[in-house]
């Protein structure tokens, strides 16, 4: 059964601060993953995707992947209220055939 | 560019009724996968279409079925409806996977409720 774990939080951080989201799969052949943004009530959006092992940076956010240690994660810069939302990893199985959820972090932004 | 659309937005159903969901994917997508999200989880998968054909499927009963047509556009029918069914079902469109790092863009989701 492959899993992905995420905290499920709440996660607080003050206005401009860094917010920092973790993910681990169990799948150790996974080769992408991918960082969703859902504001409560509404459907996920795409912020990041990652491949290969190291840093992508995006504006504020940046994702970090080691294969090695089957974890992800994401940080967020100079967050803002507006970030407040949850956060959902998502694992590429099979080749992109399906992707394997988290249960997601929820992050709260406090002004 | 038109993104994912989904319809309806929202339903209430009662048990025992059935369902179809419909979906179409955002422009040059030809593959659509289709999710169920209970409220606080992630989204779960259920299935995913292309050429028309059911690809993989998740651990879903068989009560659960789609279609997909030739221009893309995707259905989820779900028989004897059961309270445990409320959630979000959201449908992700995306290239045909085959490297793997194909991206999969959601829709807004459809709301159902069974009372």
């Known amino acids: 059964q492959k899993e992905v774990e995420q905290n499920s939080g709440p996660l607080s951080v003050p206005e401009g601060a860094i917010a920092s989201l973790n993910c681990t799969y169990s799948?150790?052949?996974?080769?992408?993953f991918f960082w969703y943004r859902q504001y409560s009530g509404k459907s996920p959006e795409l912020i990041m995707s990652i491949y290969s092992n190291g840093d992508k940076e995006d504006g504020r956010f940046t994702a970090q992947l080691n294969k090695a240690s089957q974890y992800v994660s994401l940080l967020i810069r100079d967050s803002q209220p507006s970030d407040s939302a949850t956060y959902l990893c998502?694992?590429?199985?099979?080749?992109?055939?399906?992707?394997?959820f988290g249960p997601g972090t929820r992050l709260s932004v406090l002004p | 560019d038109a993104g994912v659309t989904q319809s309806p937005t929202h339903l209430i159903k009662t048990r025992g009724q059935q369902v179809t969901l419909r979906c179409s994917p955002k422009?040059?997508?030809?593959?659509v996968s289709w999710y169920q999200q209970a409220l606080g989880q992630g989204p779960q998968f259920i299935f995913q279409?292309?050429?028309?054909?059911?690809?993989q499927r998740g651990n879903f009963p068989d009560r659960f079925s789609g279609h997909q047509y030739p221009n893309y556009s995707s259905e989820l029918n779900v028989n004897a409806l059961l309270l445990g069914d409320s959630a979000l079902y959201l449908c992700a469109s995306s290239l045909n996977p085959t490297t793997g790092q194909e991206t999969q863009y959601f829709g807004p989701g459809t709301r159902l409720l069974v009372l």
């Open positions: 279409y292309y050429e028309e054909e059911e690809r």
């Open positions: 422009s040059g997508h030809d593959t």
């Open positions: 998502a694992v590429n199985a099979n080749y992109g055939q399906n992707f394997v």
């Open positions: 799948d150790r052949v996974s080769q992408s």
